[in-house]
C-alpha cells in the first residue's frame, strides 16, 4: 500500500509540474531532440551500436543454439525458431 500511495504522489507532482511547463516547453524539448538525432556524429554512433548489437546477438545465438530447443545457431540471422519436422507444409498435423 505504501508504494501505490509514493505512486500515486509522484504521478500526481509530475502531472501538475508538466501541465505548468505548458505546451511551449514541450516543443522546445521535442526541438532539441530532434536537433540531437539529426547530428551525423549520433546518426554515425547509432548504425555502429546497431552493428554491434548484431554481431552480439548473431554470437549468441551460436553459443545457445545446440543447448536451447527450438533455437538453431545456424547462422540464418532470419529471427525464426526452429522445430524438428517443421519443414513441409504438406505434412499432416502431429498428434498428441
Known sequence: MRYRITFIA???VGFITGA???RERYEQI???GRKVMDNPAVQQAAGAL???????AQTARHKVGGKVP???????????????????????????
Open 10 to 12: 509522484g504521478f500526481a
Open 20 to 22: 505548468r511547463a505548458g
Open 30 to 32: 521535442k526541438n532539441v
Open 50 to 56: 546497431h552493428a554491434q548489437a548484431g554481431d552480439l
Open 70 to 96: 527450438g533455437l538453431r545457431g545456424d547462422g540464418a540471422g532470419n529471427g525464426e525458431a526452429y522445430f524438428p519436422g517443421s519443414e513441409t507444409r504438406d505434412s499432416p498435423p502431429a498428434r498428441h
